[in-house]
């Protein structure tokens, strides 16, 4: 309670909300949501909406990285292929990673 009168005297602004975690009110302080009990900034749904949209973009990013490797990979085995069942093989591997890849670069534009 002292952290929060405080937090009120630095200019924090109290909000009706509560956290989650301890039932504490919750102030605004710098354009974060803190806990005065738990001493700790508390994620609104807005702010769990961009962490999560972050996360996903880096996972596609890492996923989209992964398929350019491998199409490379697929690449040189392509090149080296010997046989009509070898170069259809990689031919067919590197369409799919292909439409993988055409897939994660939409999913990142849109």
Not at 15 to 28: A, I, Q, V
Not at 63 to 74: A, K, N, S, Y
């Amino acid at each position: 309670e002292r952290r929060a009168a405080d937090w009120l005297k630095r200019g924090g602004r109290m909000l009706s909300s509560t956290c989650p975690n301890c039932g504490s009110p919750l102030f605004e302080i710098g354009g974060e949501v803190w806990c005065p009990r738990c001493n700790q900034p508390v994620l609104t749904a807005e702010n769990k909406r961009l962490v999560l949209e972050i996360e996903s973009l880096n996972v596609l990013q890492r996923v989209e990285e992964t398929l350019i490797t491998r199409i490379g990979q697929v690449e040189t085995e392509l090149r080296r292929a010997k046989s009509l069942r070898g170069v259809r093989a990689s031919a067919h591997t590197l369409y799919l990673l292909l439409s993988c890849l055409e897939s994660v670069r939409k999913i990142k534009g849109g």
